[in-house]
């Protein structure tokens, strides 16, 4: 059995674990922290060797303090928006951008959380916008959505 089916085998199977109820509450929060600029909530939710990569860059930090500094100055240095989608079984979101030039959010990634138990252990942010029309998301989001 490959590594990559025994992780998307406990992906799965974490999932499961925690319930509809709970895994709904999580991603709620996490949208909610990320839509707020809020770096303590998500790093709260994240466990303490959590990862955080954005392919195709080459860059990629491992660890709550690491990704606490880098937050504020890539991912949550201008708003966003998450729309949930499910990517390969796993919780995902489309995350849109503000774009002040366009007065609205553009595409930004597929962003996919990894859970273990009822933390985040890595977050990996596919920067490829071309794949949002796959997924059924919209090419851009209204001002104030």
């Known amino acids: 059995m490959s590594e990559y089916m025994a992780q998307k085998r406990s992906q799965q199977s974490t999932l499961r674990a925690l319930g509809d109820d709970e895994v709904r ?3 709620e929060r996490y949208v909610d922290a990320w839509e707020r600029n809020d ?16 392919p195709p860059n080459l860059a990629w930090f491992r660890g709550r303090e690491a990704i606490a500094a880098f937050l ?11 729309r949930p989608i499910r990517a390969n079984g796993q919780l995902a979101f489309g995350t849109y951008i503000w774009e002040p030039e366009l ?8 962003h996919l959380i990894d859970l273990r138990g009822a933390q985040i252990c890595a977050m990996t942010a596919f920067l490829d ?14 001002a104030g959505s």
């Open 129 to 142: 916008r071309a794949v949002f029309p796959g997924f059924g998301l919209p090419d851009h989001l209204p």
């Open 103 to 110: 007065d609205r959010f553009r595409p930004n990634s597929i």
């Open 72 to 82: 504020p100055t890539g991912p949550m240095s201008r708003p966003r928006r998450f």
């Open 25 to 27: 509450a999580l991603v």
């Open 39 to 54: 770096v303590a909530g998500v790093v709260a939710m994240l466990t303490e060797d959590a990862t955080f990569a954005m």
